[in-house]
């Protein structure tokens, strides 16, 4: 029902910057929350950041002032600004859209994910 396509990952030195694009289509008016999951080799999924239809926005503590998540609801797009990168954020970064706000107890139960973008930073 809701189709999501990531761009802007690509191989970048340490300190550098990257800005992830992800446009959603389909059902689009069914999202609250949109939002970005990373996966690094060997490693479980985790969460990066996530912003609501309503402006709300959370991020893990390791991306804390380095990285900014911001929306253009008329294009159904969401973005993430990511300054000051390290190797440590080398992964797989997905694209994220729910039904339920992220602080809602149904958040996960009716999520997509799109195909994923490689980001690589190097040392």
């Known amino acids: 029902q809701v189709q999501l396509v990531e761009s802007g990952g690509d191989l970048v030195q340490a300190g550098g910057s990257l800005r992830l694009s992800c446009a959603a289509s389909g059902s689009t008016f069914s999202i609250v929350t949109m939002g970005w999951y990373r996966q690094a080799p060997g490693k479980q999924r985790e969460f990066v950041a996530a912003?609501?239809?309503?402006?709300?926005?959370k991020y893990t503590d390791s991306v804390k002032g380095r990285f900014t998540i911001s929306r253009d609801n008329a294009k159904n797009t969401v973005y993430l600004r990511m300054n000051s990168l390290k190797p440590e954020d080398t992964a797989v970064y997905y694209c994220?859209?729910?039904?339920?706000?992220?602080?809602?107890?149904?958040?996960?139960?009716?999520?997509?994910w799109g195909q994923g973008t490689q980001v690589t930073v190097s040392s």
């Open positions: 994220n859209a729910d039904m339920s706000a992220y602080y809602s107890p149904t958040y996960g139960s009716r999520a997509y």
């Open positions: 912003i609501t239809t309503g402006g709300s926005t």
